[in-house]
């Protein structure tokens, strides 16, 4: 049983450790429940209070009931009848929100504080807290709560609350536990198209989800009807320069990227930009330049 909250609206009510607690059941497949703590004297404050607590477990599939803990010293003054009508406002919010609602008491309370009777003719669950080898209520308690120092596993200090339950809440299954998502082969990234026969810009663009112009641009290609076998396509990357050279008779790469670029080492950059499979250019070739 997670506690949700306490009291009205505000964010600093969220029990610090719920959506932990939440998340930790759901991963495991552990049935689990929620309580609220409630400071309302009245009962338009309780239905505020059901109201925050429903905001706080949207979303969640509990198979144990949604409880309202009414147990705040300074309710007791208000006279049982009242107290009973503030925890059935709550409770009929909850229920009208396809939960199931209870009440969280103590003996005490149950005896001096809270009209059980009006609980009862309700029919809201009881979750009966005494600290004791027996449970001395004599009303109707589907929970009880009857120790704060019990010892689990994974917890260093004598401090839990340990409760038996006598109803059957989840029908006798169990929840699956929220699997891991199964891990992903990577999507194939490709960077790169080598030209093959038969090719065109727009079929390798549809091919790649992307468009021959976008391409054309990021290649340099002026003409997109123009591509070769053994031609590399980059698929990815910014647009290139449309700057080009004409080869002339005795030109050489290197001559090339001397003239033009600034750098005769700067050759290798137009056989990439090009996709060229050499250093091997002949007159009139358009070469794109960087």
Aim: proline fraction near 6%; charge should be negative; hydrophobic fraction near 35%.
């Amino acid at each position: 049983m997670i506690r949700c909250g306490y009291g009205v609206k505000n964010p600093n009510q969220i029990d610090k450790q719920f959506y932990n607690n939440l998340s930790g059941c759901q991963n495991v497949g552990m049935p689990y429940g929620f309580y609220h703590y409630s400071y309302a004297m009245s009962t338009a404050e309780a239905e505020g209070e059901a109201d925050f607590c429903l905001e706080i477990i949207a979303g969640t599939n509990p198979q144990y009931p949604v409880a309202f803990d009414m147990e705040e010293s300074r309710q007791a003054a208000l006279g049982k009848s009242v107290c009973a009508d503030i925890v059935l406002a709550f409770c009929n919010k909850i229920k009208a929100a396809g939960y199931i609602p209870m009440l969280y008491t103590n003996l005490n309370w149950s005896r001096n504080y809270i009209d059980m009777a009006k609980i009862d003719a309700a029919g809201i669950d009881v979750w009966m807290a005494q600290y004791n080898t027996q449970c001395n209520y004599t009303g109707n308690y589907v929970m009880w709560q009857y120790t704060s120092k019990g010892v689990v596993d994974g917890i260093t200090a004598n401090t839990v609350d340990m409760n038996w339950c006598y109803k059957d809440y989840t029908n006798g299954t169990i929840p699956e536990p929220t699997p891991d998502p199964p891990p992903q082969e990577p999507e194939p990234r490709y960077d790169t198209y080598t030209v093959m026969a038969g090719d065109t810009l727009s079929g390798i663009a549809a091919r790649f989800g992307t468009t021959y112009q976008e391409l054309a641009a990021i290649n340099g290609i002026a003409d997109p009807n123009v591509i070769y076998m053994g031609q590399i396509i980059k698929l990815t990357g910014n647009a290139v320069s449309n700057r080009t050279y004409t080869v002339k008779s005795g030109d050489t790469l290197w001559g090339i990227a001397q003239a033009q670029l600034g750098g005769g080492s700067r050759f290798r950059e137009i056989i990439a930009l090009n996709g060229l499979m050499s250093d091997v250019i002949y007159p009139n070739q358009v070469l794109r330049l960087p």
